[in-house]
């Protein structure tokens, strides 16, 4: 990935809207994960907006005072479109909790993808390569006890992510679509209840 401009400034955006925020049982720095979903990007893409929208794919979704418009505003409309995309529509003022809204959030981004734009596929992707990757490291260290801090048990969570590979090897196929695949049974065979 080579530091351009635009990247420095995505970076600089996700992690200033990102600061304090901490990953699900890890206690790592939030930015940890846009930036690494930024990286895997980088492996099969060369294309700038679709890295930068990976840097900033959770900032319509997790910070509460950044909007579209203040997105659109900041990187333009095809970046903030990609966003969009990828996005949970989670409304911070229903009084009702991640935990209770899971499996609607989650059936609705189901929806969604399948309407999505192939960069929006692509961050995607590289989103749930990482979140796998992440969740697995941390069963190593915790064991079944890191799903107390998740919205959704194991088994819920094994639904969902193959339900969004299925979506993406038939809308997307190719290379980062089968890396998703190899961690999605690498994930099945780590953390399922045996």
Excluded at 26 to 33: A, F, K, R
Aim: a negative charge; proline letters at 2%.
């Amino acid at each position: 990935m080579e530091l351009t401009d635009k990247i420095q400034r995505a970076l600089n955006l996700a992690a200033d809207k990102h600061n304090g925020q901490m990953r699900k049982s890890s206690g790592l720095p939030y930015i940890v994960h846009p930036f690494s979903v930024a990286l895997i990007l980088s492996e099969y893409v060369q294309d700038e907006d679709v890295i930068v929208a990976g840097l900033l794919h959770d900032v319509l979704e997790d910070v509460k005072d950044y909007k579209y418009e203040d997105l659109k505003k900041d990187f333009g409309q095809k970046i903030a479109d990609i966003v969009q995309g990828v996005s949970e529509d989670k409304d911070f003022d229903n009084g009702e909790t991640d935990r209770e809204t899971w499996q609607e959030r989650k059936d609705e981004y189901l929806k969604n993808l399948w309407n999505d734009s192939e960069k929006s596929l692509l961050v995607c992707a590289a989103d749930k390569i990482h979140n796998l990757r992440s969740m697995m490291m941390i069963y190593e260290e915790q064991g079944a006890e890191m799903w107390i801090d998740f919205n959704a048990p194991v088994e819920k969570q094994t639904w969902y992510y193959g339900e969004v590979l299925k979506i993406l090897q038939e809308k997307l196929g190719g290379e980062m679509v089968g890396e998703l695949e190899r961690e999605f049974e690498r994930f099945k065979k780590t953390v399922s209840p045996k």
